[in-house]
């Protein structure tokens, strides 16, 4: 086995993946180190929705940026992604109305493909909503979702193809460093150098981080997601749906299935331990978030349910990341707690993080807005919306 690199990742979900993609192309040597399996972390139990809608500038470029990988992913990056264009509706209460359409004029400004619609405009998109409640909805006609598996493995082979090396059961256990300055990690088994290591360990940021002395504020997090079997009648694919009213997310599923998740500020609160929390779906989460599902979307009342999982989100205290090098000068990089929302933004990540390990001085991104010491200067990223995860 090699034991000298460019550049060493810490974890193979999709951030990882994806800059070791970027920098391999940029004829990077490079590792990535995964504790477990390709995927194993949030990525794979990813909901994976692919939407433009945020209520900041660099992070709607990034995800239309995402978008479009995701559109032309055979040709960008080999493989598939599984995209699947179902388009997005973003349902707002009456007194979100302005953040709506303050970040739908912001898109637009941008580039991107979405419309305010009216009441009678999204019954006409998505038959059998429930609409009663609403003013406008913002409408999303290319987005979707993809399948994250696909996804994270087809970075990982591209990555390979270039040349990078990615090391399955490998945890790293420490990181090395020689007069201030990263030398290299080590892992149960092995030594290996470089002058530059990146953090990309998801809902066990904080913990690598703490090898090396960091304390981040990165919670895991506990999430859960279930399905429901559509009635018949029912079985056409339906948008992906933002509610905001009834704080839940749902989007079509193959089988007929519709997935549903929550939209909770209070998700923060579940702090669990990574490598053993309760992977199963609660009844109660089932009862809550299907009599949610059913206010929305009436016919699911004739619904199965099917069960569902819960999974790891990386929450933060504004719910972004944080990407960096900390500190300065250090060749220690952090690319983690995308708190929920970091999928989409999967690709948009991996170049932002490799233009930060080369040292860009034109980067296509500015990642300003996700510096650590955002906290520190009591300027956290900030949304429209206190639906957090909105972004
Ligand atoms: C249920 C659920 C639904 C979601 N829905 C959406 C959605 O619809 N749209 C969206 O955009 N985002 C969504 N997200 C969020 C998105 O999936 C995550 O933000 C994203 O996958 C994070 O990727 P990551 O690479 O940072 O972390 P991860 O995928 O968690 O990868 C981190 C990796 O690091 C490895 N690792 C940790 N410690 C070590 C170590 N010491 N040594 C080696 N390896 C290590 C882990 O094993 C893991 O594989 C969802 C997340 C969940 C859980």
Known sequence: MPHTFDA?????????????????????????????????????????????????????RMALYGLREFQDFKERVGGECGFVRTGYVGIASAKDQAGLAANVALQQSIGIKTDLISAECLREIMPGVETSDLVS??????????????????????????????????????VRFVSGHVAGVD??????????????????????????????PINPCRVQVTFFRRPAGHEAAHPVVADFIHATYFRAETGNLTLVGLIDPAEANAIVNPDSYNESVGTDFVLDVGERLVRRYPAMERSQNTGGYAGLYAITPDW??????????SGFFICAGFSGHGFKLGPAVGLMAAEMLIGESTPTFDRRLFRFSRYAENDPVRGRYEYSIAG
């Open 8 to 60: 060493i990742i810490i974890g193979a979900g999709i951030m990882g993946c994806s800059t070791a993609f970027q920098l391999a192309k940029r004829g990077w040597k490079v590792a990535v180190l995964e504790k477990d399996h390709i995927g194993s972390g949030s990525t794979g139990k990813s909901s994976a929705i692919i939407r433009q809608h945020y209520s900041n500038e660099v992070t709607a």
């Open 320 to 329: 972004h990341p944080i990407i960096d090098e900390l500190p300065a000068g």
């Open 187 to 216: 892992t149960k088994a092995d030594r290996l150098d470089a002058p530059l290591v990146l953090n990309c360990a998801g809902p066990w940021g904080a913990r690598v981080a703490r090898l090396v002395g960091l304390d981040v």
């Open 137 to 174: 909805a913002c409408y999303e006609p290319e987005s979707g979702y993809a399948d994250p598996h696909l996804t994270v493995n087809a970075y990982a082979d591209a990555a390979r193809r270039l040349g990078a090396q990615i090391f399955v059961n490998s945890e790293v256990v420490g």
